[in-house]
């Protein structure tokens, strides 16, 4: 947790113009934590910056190296440094090198300016087939863009390669496949089949109550007659 908040510190300060600070975090966090990437990332756009801003040669390679050793490892913050690479290398001239990381930066995030940049990398690289293809692409989202595009193209080829480019567009849109329109099912309604009425069941009789007959009851036993007592002779004395 220490180490994110010290990155975004960093950055709050590179923002605020404090380069040389940004750098100092930026190089400690890629050097002695577990954000490398992200400090090198940031250690390798500060340097850049004021690279560019000096136009100082040896600085734009050292970025550019810092920027290779960030790319080895896989990372959501490669398409930024393919972007960063790019303007490094637009910067210093080599155009066929900045359109390489500006299409590697593109194939990850198709980003409206890093199109717009490999667009101006084409166009330096005389390349404006690939380039009218771009302007016309980014025509369907961004027209500001586009029209500054455009207005880097040659007069002539470029406004030929934009006509060309736009009906190879709209041939290939004609050639796709229309989806097929939806089709609204409804469940048929089968009306009842009506048969035969079913025979109606007879009441049902009262069941008649089974009276049975009445038990008659033993004849009760004649009352024991007492015994008359022993009555012992007396005997003569």
Not at 215 to 221: G, I, L, V, Y
Request: charged share 20%; hydrophobic share 40%; glycine share 6%.
């Amino acid at each position: 947790f220490a180490d994110k908040k010290d990155l975004e510190l960093a950055w709050l300060a590179f923002e605020a113009g404090d380069t040389p600070a940004a750098r100092d975090t930026f190089k400690r966090l890629a050097d002695k934590s577990g954000l490398r990437t992200e400090g090198l990332f940031g250690q390798g756009a500060a340097l850049s910056a004021d690279a560019l801003k000096n136009k100082n040669r040896g600085e734009m390679d050292e970025a550019l190296t810092i920027f290779n050793t960030a790319l080895q490892n896989p990372s959501p913050l490669a398409a930024q440094i393919f972007f960063h690479q790019g303007g490094i290398c637009f910067r210093a001239g080599n155009h066929n090198d900045a359109a390489a990381c500006y299409r590697s930066s593109v194939n990850l995030w198709p980003a409206v300016q890093s199109r717009a940049n490999l667009c101006l990398a084409f166009i330096k690289t005389g390349n404006i087939r690939e380039a009218a293809a771009i302007v016309n692409e980014i025509a369907l989202t961004d027209l500001a863009t586009c029209s500054r595009l455009a207005a880097e193209l040659p007069p002539a080829q470029g406004q030929a390669m934009l006509k060309v480019s736009r009906e190879i567009e709209t041939s290939a849109r004609e050639l796709r496949p229309a989806r097929p329109a939806a089709v609204e099912t409804r469940t048929a309604f089968i009306p009842r089949q009506a048969g035969p009425a079913p025979a109606a069941q007879a009441p049902e009789q009262p069941k008649t109550a089974v009276i049975k007959p009445r038990q008659p009851e033993p004849p009760q036993a004649a009352p024991e007659q007492p015994k008359p007592p022993l009555i012992k002779p007396l005997q003569p004395e």
